[in-house]
């Protein structure tokens, strides 16, 4: 019932931008709390970044200062602005979303990938 789709990966030198988007549909959006998560090959699934219902966002250490996470409530969609991309980033970038206070996240889009060369 819950559906989230990714956009927006794809392939991009290293210093290059990308902006994700996420889709949301089936969830009460005003009562969501959403987040961008990535897992690189051979290495463990992260968190990226979050955002909660009042808007506030926390973020990675290693991608503070690059990544930004923003929402269109009008929409239903969720982005992540990455800039200054280093071949480190590369990752397949997924989104998820919940009720908030509830983890780990139940709902998953498909992902998207993203592909950062040297």
């Known amino acids: 019932q819950v559906q989230l789709v990714e956009s927006g990966g794809g392939s991009v030198e290293a210093g290059g931008s990308l902006r994700l988007s996420c889709a949301a549909s089936?969830?009460?959006?005003?009562?969501?709390?959403m987040g961008w998560f990535r897992q690189a090959p051979g290495k463990e699934r992260e968190g990226v970044a979050t955002?909660?219902?009042?808007?506030?966002?926390s973020s990675a250490d290693s991608v503070k200062g690059r990544f930004t996470l923003s929402k269109d409530n009008a929409k239903n969609t969720l982005y992540l602005q990455m800039n200054n991309l280093k071949p480190e980033d590369t990752a397949m970038y997924y989104c998820?979303?919940?009720?908030?206070?509830?983890?780990?996240?139940?709902?998953w889009g498909q992902g998207t990938q993203v592909t950062v060369s040297s």
């Open positions: 998820a979303a919940d009720l908030c206070h509830i983890s780990p996240f139940r709902y």
């Open positions: 955002i909660d219902i009042n808007g506030r966002t």
């Open positions: 089936g969830l009460r959006w005003r009562t969501a709390c």
